[in-house]
């Protein structure tokens, strides 16, 4: 007797862990991502076995809380992708009506690292914006990948993955530096991976010594405004939020 209230005990504990689970990526997805992977699903979880994630994310599809969409990213390269659906959100008692989510696998590598990113933080601090949120919230003229506040400081996150030209990253500062002194965040911090190192990324940053206004006039980098820029490799992240968390 024993052993079979102990059996259905564990039984009972497994199927309420799978629950929580479920609502956990559910309330994740519908939290401004609308899509995930098994991968980054066993981040989020923080379990061992990818293959745990992927039956989760299965007998959610099975259950029409979520969708699962194979993208190729050419020859036998593809990967699952898995987007909550119309019942999943309402299953959440969310208002909000699903919109088209557009991927493709041009940006699909990208995005899926920035959601790490996010699995990272939320797991050190509290306060995180998807771009899909900052572009229906605001305007900026550089929408940032994702909008990271820490201590009541706004960090524009950038995901690198190529070194820019000269002229697209004197834009690009041009643009960071309106919206710092817009007030839309305070820095931005480049996230450097695949096939870009930070310090290329800072080398060329620290060449460059003036950039164009709105009207198109040149305009010196001071220090102050150069202060507003890092640069780490991914690796790095959860070591530079735990060093801004202590600030």
């Not at 991502?33 to 989760?56: C, S």
């Not at 959610?60 to 990967?79: A, E, P, R, T, V």
């Not at 659906?85 to 995005?111: M, P, V, W």
């Amino acid at each position: 007797l024993f052993f079979g209230e102990n059996l259905m005990h564990n039984v009972v504990n497994k199927f309420q862990l799978n629950q929580e689970r479920r609502s956990k990526i559910l309330n994740f997805l519908a939290d401004g991502e609308y899509w995930t992977t098994a991968e980054n699903v066993k981040l989020l979880l923080a379990v061992n076995q990818i293959t745990y994630a992927r039956r989760l994310l299965n007998s959610m599809c099975n259950d029409g809380i979520i969708s699962k969409k194979n993208i190729s990213f050419g020859g036998k390269l593809s990967q699952n992708f898995y987007l909550i659906t119309q019942d999943g959100l309402d299953f959440l008692g969310c208002d909000e009506r699903l919109k088209d989510i557009k991927l493709s696998y041009q940006t699909a590598h990208h995005n899926e690292n920035v959601q790490k990113l996010k699995i990272i933080a939320l797991t050190l601090c509290d306060g995180w914006k998807s771009e899909i949120q900052l572009k229906r919230e605001c305007d900026f003229a550089s929408y940032p990948d994702s909008l990271l506040t820490i201590n009541n400081i706004k960090i524009s996150i950038e995901l690198q993955r190529n070194i820019y030209n000269r002229a697209s990253f004197e834009k690009k500062i041009s643009k960071v530096l309106r919206d710092i002194y817009s007030n839309n965040f305070d820095k931005i911090l480049y996230i450097c991976c695949d096939n870009l190192k930070s310090v290329e990324l800072k080398k060329l940053f620290q060449t460059i010594n003036f950039v164009k206004n709105s009207r198109f006039e040149d305009v010196i980098l001071q220090a102050k405004d150069k202060e507003k820029f890092s640069f780490i490799d991914f690796e790095n992240f959860e070591e530079h939020i735990k060093n801004e968390n202590n600030f």
